[in-house]
């Protein structure tokens, strides 16, 4: 391909996954204050939702309440779909999650997306802080649980307790996976599934065949819906994109290792002493991931369409500063999704 052209312009919907960075020498406040400023942009770009996601006991990570910064987010906004990416259900009783997401549904209805995931999103000792019981953090429970929660948005929950808000109030509920397991249960349920590319990489092809070939048609979802969420850098050169990705490497490594911390700058992720086998990690992590200029993301990108069949894609960006994560997001609205308004 001639440099400076860019590939196929990206024709599917376009999302945002969230994390609230929190960068070194910076607070929560501020990094919540710039995913505000993030949703407000991608609204007025033309993405589809804004998703953020539930992570704990995580220090460059402040989106440890998923309802709460939705609420936020959606009084901020208001056209872009709204949403978890996800909910963590083993961290959480199923009716305090249809309550809280009935709640945000019934203020906001027809903007709220309920992505519900099976792993706790932190580690052990953490999840039992949250949980305060061993019962319901294993994987086994989960369907369970699900079942409980849609009983409750439906009001078909087998006993006396009635989800207010919740009951007649649901969001658009996703079964979100890095596996197959999760996979194969949104297929069986009927329900949209959004798989965790940007960290699973080498399973996204199998767990999205798992998927279609379990669908069932539901009250939700006549035919199968797949979305594909994909670490995205886009500067003005490949070289700059790099330079960004450098303190995202860096944190997922330390947190890896046990040793999470605040996100890094581009000149101290430049300046880590990389042993060889955490380099090779880094590049293995970058495998399948969308990094560069326009013109290499929207080849990135378009190559994942073509492996995937993706019906949307979600784009992830962990950036350190706050300018730089929303002007990635405008150079693939602008340069490679074809202006992006125009998809609704």
Wanted: charged residues 20%.
């Amino acid at each position: 391909m001639p440099p400076g052209l860019v590939p196929a312009v990206i024709n599917v919907p376009l999302s945002v996954l969230d994390v609230a960075p929190v960068a070194a020498g910076s607070t929560a406040g501020e990094a919540l204050r710039h995913t505000t400023e993030l949703a407000r942009r991608a609204e007025e770009l033309g993405y589809r939702r804004f998703w953020v996601a539930e992570h704990h006991n995580m220090p460059a990570i402040a989106s440890s309440a998923p309802a709460v910064l939705i609420a936020h987010l959606a009084a901020h906004t208001s056209t872009i779909r709204l949403g978890s990416g996800g909910v963590m259900l083993p961290n959480h009783a199923p009716l305090v999650v249809a309550e809280q997401f009935g709640t945000l549904e019934a203020l906001h209805p027809g903007r709220i997306d309920l992505g519900i995931g099976r792993a706790p999103g932190t580690d052990q000792v953490t999840a039992l802080a949250l949980r305060r019981t061993m019962e319901g953090l294993s994987a086994e429970g989960f369907p369970r649980e699900l079942a409980d929660l849609m009983g409750y948005f439906t009001g078909e929950h087998a006993g006396p307790i009635v989800a207010t808000p919740g009951r007649g109030e649901q969001p658009q509920v996703w079964l979100l996976g890095s596996s197959g397991f999760s996979a194969q249960l949104a297929g069986l349920l009927g329900l949209p599934f959004s798989f965790a590319h940007h960290f699973s990489a080498q399973h996204t092809l199998p767990a999205l065949a798992l998927y279609r070939q379990h669908f069932r048609p539901s009250r939700w979802l006549s035919q199968p819906y797949a979305m594909v969420a994909v670490n995205t850098i886009c500067a003005e050169t490949d070289e700059r994109a790099q330079w960004l990705a450098g303190p995202s490497a860096l944190a997922f490594l330390k947190l890896r290792s046990g040793r999470p911390q605040p996100l890094a700058s581009p000149e101290e992720a430049a300046a880590y002493p990389y042993t060889a086998a955490e380099r090779e990690f880094v590049v293995q992590r970058r495998e399948g991931q969308a990094m560069g200029s326009p013109e290499t993301v929207g080849r990135q990108l378009t190559e994942l369409l073509a492996r995937t069949g993706a019906d949307e894609l979600m784009l992830t960006s962990m950036v350190y500063d706050g300018a730089d994560r929303v002007r990635s997001f405008e150079l693939v609205a602008e340069k490679v999704a074809g202006g992006l308004r125009r998809q609704g």
